[in-house]
């Protein structure tokens, strides 16, 4: 059975940082490109960031870009979001989940995690 669980959300400053944790297990995430989608409050659930299998290319949408860097240490089975220079728009519940697809659309990933809170104060 795969199971994701993201932890190292929570409470923070705009300007302060957070490194989310996404841990697998279940399933070998060097074979899979893992992803992170967000969630604000009163809106659908979006895309963030992606990594492929290799670890050798990464994506992450422009609102983030030069602030959250998406990471993995297949060692760990587990994939990383650091986010720095937090903004109150950031909040949000944030997602992790893998996939084969090196992809930016919700179907092109088969498991999820049940999401973990950040919320910016500004």
């Known amino acids: 059975q795969v199971r994701l669980v993201e932890s190292g959300g929570g409470l923070v400053q705009a300007g302060g940082s957070l490194r989310l944790s996404c841990a697998a297990s279940?399933?070998?995430?060097?074979?899979?490109?893992m992803g992170w989608f967000r969630q604000p409050p009163g809106y659908e659930r979006e895309f963030v960031a992606v990594?492929?299998?290799?670890?050798?290319?990464?994506y992450v949408i422009d609102p983030v870009k030069g602030r959250f860097t998406i990471s993995r240490d297949d060692a760990k089975n587990t994939a990383y979001l650091q986010m720095n220079n937090l903004k109150p728009d950031d909040t949000a519940v944030y997602y992790c989940a893998s996939g084969r697809i090196f992809g930016r659309a919700e179907r092109e990933y088969d498991y999820w995690g049940e999401g973990t809170q950040v919320t910016v104060s500004s």
């Open positions: 990594i492929n299998w290799s670890g050798h290319s990464t």
């Open positions: 279940g399933r070998t995430i060097s074979d899979y490109a």
